[in-house]
């Protein structure tokens, strides 16, 4: 789960800034929360412009601008479709020594943040194992990738850092399949979707390596079993890398509200650390 703090946007043409938190700290971006924060713009009214049968919503992230489109009847929302930032296939089979797991080769892609992909094969576990055990293993790989690999985004610098690691089926190449992941990040936080920003990646890396060509969209499931749609729409250049703007649709559900009071001189309340 996610927390999304909405701030005023920097880019004229955003309707919001959004700062995304995470178990750890901030991250670069949330597909899945731009997703829900598509309907409760559209939902609250605060789009700039409500059209039917569908309304732009415009959203400054750490990564960059991304545009939403959301379905709208008039009424109520449905389901959101994103237009990611530039993407691209970053480097490929990255060798890296994880203690107790040995020698285990991954691809590196940009989908918002910086991902390694990795088959399930590669652990001799599949992407049903249970949570723990991915947990673990793709835990090890992202933090020892953290020490061992560097990365560098071709435009930002605070974007330069591996941000996650997901596991999959390796199931790769272009199919009407269904296909399936798991997204460890942040202090081996698990991603209970299928990760809108690691799905962005894993098109990414199959449009790099020749795998799925414009328009071909693919189903990509969770271990919850939700699924996103995702696929490549436009090739960009991102500095010198082939890059690609993927489009990824999928719901997001309202669960409750709450209320958050500070008194003024509630001083506890004001946050504190325990080390």
Known sequence: MFGAILVPPDLPEADIGVIFINNEGYSPMCGHGVISLGRYMVDKGLAKNLTIP????????????????????????GAVSFLSVPSFLYAKDVSVDVPEYGKIVVDISFGGGFFALVPASQFNMNIKSSASKI????????????????????????????????????????????????????????????????????????????????GQTRTFESITGATFKAKPVKSVKCG????????????????????????????IGRGFLLS
């Open 54 to 77: 569908e309304t732009v919503v415009k959203i400054q992230c750490p990564c960059g601008l991304v545009e939403a489109r959301v379905q709208y009847d008039g009424k109520k929302s």
């Open 135 to 214: 947990r673990a293993a793709v835990g090890a790989t992202l933090e020892q990738l953290r020490k061992d690999y560097k990365v560098a985004h071709p435009d930002y610098s605070d974007l330069s850092y591996m941000y996650a690691a997901i596991i999959t089926d390796g199931k790769d190449e272009y199919s009407e399949e269904v296909t399936a992941n798991c997204c460890v990040f942040a202090d081996r936080m698990l991603d209970r979707s299928p990760c809108g920003s690691g799905v962005t990646s894993r098109i990414a890396q199959q449009f790099g390596r020749g795998l799925i060509k414009l």
């Open 240 to 267: 010198d890398y082939d890059a690609v703007i993927v489009e990824v649709t999928g719901n997001g559900y309202y669960t409750g509200t709450s209320t958050f009071t500070l008194e003024e001189d509630d001083i």
